[in-house]
């Protein structure tokens, strides 16, 4: 049957020309990540359309049939875990597949072209991360989310109309879901199955790079069939142990639903994207002066010109030789940017973790401590007294507007967004220090903290169009004038006093 088959198709043929390949050097597992990483995407295919078995991507529909899912169906979270960590795990194999093919000079003259495939195959696997993360529709993927499509929206150029193909529309809606939704389940995967397979292709022509030295490997062959395809198939089994055992043990996280107007939740992103992050908080804290042009750099010309690295390697370095002692240059950066991006991992995940540690302190410590610090006249009595933004502001009814009452108001409703320094957060959250709208005529800035604003605003050069809360009914009058008051006397800035009395006659 076989033989009436393999005459028909060359089935039988074509499978063992593909399993009698000759590896040289001998088989090794250190050739096993790029076939783990094709074992972590089947993974993701299979547990990705099980999802789509439930999923329904809408504002109103996305987050109560994840959490259906997840509550109600069997297995229903243990596929998505699967799913969720599945995704980390094809990311960090297939990390570790680039860096060997990187150190080991496997990019090197004739394959030049299956690098570029290799390349463009982890970058379609980020969008994939990027775009899978707004899905579930929770706090933490529309607040992370947002900040992915305002940078995306800050490049240059190409910007706007990135912005507005990611978004669809103005704002982050039901169509932005769809529009991730179908990046997420057709483009990206079908771009990314079929240059799998052009990667294949192009390594079965030029077979195995091998070990990185220049003369032929001394030792004899090993064999695909059975030595090689063994060890590929010990650590694929082992990875999916692990990423079995994280989702019995760590299912996948679901948030409360999204909401734009948290001001509270801090949103972490995924692991493989905390060095950017990191990237645009430190930068965020520069001289105002150039936070714009640091932050253009650190989020999208250096990431841009890195990948441009990678693609062009191949080219530039034309050094023949594959053994790493001949070839300082390239295994140096190497070092140096993997350093990099490990240690701003690091930065970022602390950030996350502080900024998560101060939002839960609100209250009692955040509040004094906060006037303690900006000196404000707030005075540290039994702790009843000085606990809370009301009873700050009540202190202060009579006495004259007191630094330290808009303080707390402002770290307790405004720090969150726009910084405990008041520099925001680029493309994101618009600097209140420097800011001459903010120290500019009162009633338009009450009108802005009543009301909010959700219109596309210009601020030093940047761009910044995520909706402002509305300020109405959360606090008093007295609070407002106290927190206006604070932004335009503080960091630098200079500005009039803005009373009770002002707020309560705001006129549009
Ligand atoms: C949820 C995040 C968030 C919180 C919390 C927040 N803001 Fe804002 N704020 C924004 C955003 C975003 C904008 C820009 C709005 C736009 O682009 O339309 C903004 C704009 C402003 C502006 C106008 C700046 C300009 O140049 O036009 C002022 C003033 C302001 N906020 C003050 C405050 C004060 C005071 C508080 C606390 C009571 C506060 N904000 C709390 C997000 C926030």
Known sequence: MLTWLDQRTGAMTALKDFLTEDVPGGASYWYAFGSATVFAMMVQIVTGIFLCFYYAPSTSTAYESTKFLIEKVPAGHLVLSLHYWGASAMIAFMAMHLLQALLWGAYKKPRELQWVVGVTLFIITLVLGLTGYLLPWDLNALLASRVAINVAGNAPI??????????????????????FFGIHVWLMPALLVGLVAMHLAIFRWNGPAGPPVDEAPKLKPGRFWPDQLFMDTVLSFAMFVIIFALSVFSPAPLDDKADLNNAV???????????????????????????????????????????????????IDKNPSRRPSR?????????????????????????????QLAHNIIGPNAAVASVAKTGGTLETGPAGTASSTSSTATQGGTTPVTAGAGATVYTTNCAGCHAAAGTGLAGQFPPLAGNSFVTGDKNKVIGVV??????????????????????????????????ITYIRNAWGNKGTTVTEADVSAYKP
């Open 265 to 315: 939740f801090v949103p972490y992103p995924a692991w493989y994207f905390l060095a950017l992050y990191a990237a645009l908080d430190v930068v965020g804290n520069f001289p105002p002066a150039i936070v714009q042009i640091a932050s253009l750099f650190a989020t999208i010309v250096g990431p841009t010109l890195l990948i441009l690295l990678l693609f062009a390697l191949p080219f």
């Open 158 to 179: 190409l910007g706007p109309a990135l912005l507005n193909f990611l978004q669809d529309g103005s704002g982050i809606n039901t169509l932005t879901i769809n529009r």
């Open 327 to 355: 070839r300082p240059w390239v295994l140096a950066i190497t070092a140096l940017v993997m350093v990099g991006a490990i240690g701003l991992s690091f930065v970022g995940q602390r950030n996350v973790v502080e900024q």
């Open 450 to 483: 009543l009301n909010g604003l959700s219109s596309k605003i210009e601020v030093n050069g940047t761009t910044y169009n995520s909706p402002m809360p509305a300020w109405k009914g959360q606090l008093t009058n007295k609070q407002i004038a106290d927190v």
